[in-house]
Nanobody, 122 residues
């Protein structure tokens, strides 16, 4: 059974930083592209960042470029999202997803975590 478990969310002040983690189990992690999505209250879930299964390519939505960094540790079956200079508009539930042999764009996510709340207080 595939499980993705996010952690690291919380409450932070504007300009602060958080590092999210997503640990995967039940799959061969190195074969999966991983991505982060977020869903703000009353809005659709949207792609934030992704990393290809070969770690060659990373992708970011424009609003987080230069502030967020996605990385992965295949030995620990974990993907990370380091978030700096956080803004109130980054407030959302953050989800990780996995896509077999994926590009990292998150277009065919197959498995999802339960999400972790990030709140940025102005």
């Amino acid at each position: 059974q595939v499980q993705l478990v996010e952690s690291g969310g919380g409450l932070v002040q504007t300009g602060g930083s958080l590092k999210l983690s997503c640990e995967a189990s039940g799959l061969t992690f190195s074969r999966y592209a991983m991505a982060w999505f977020r869903q703000a209250p009353g809005k659709e879930r949207r792609f934030v960042a992704g990393i290809s299964w070969r770690e060659i390519h990373t992708y970011y939505t424009d609003t987080v470029k230069g502030r967020f960094t996605i990385s992965r540790d295949n030995a620990k079956s974990t993907v990370f999202l380091e978030m700096n200079n956080l803004k109130p508009e980054d407030t959302a539930i953050y989800y990780c997803s996995a896509e077999l042999w994926g590009s990292g764009r998150g277009t065919r996510s197959e498995f999802w975590g339960q999400g972790t709340q990030v709140t940025v207080d102005s």
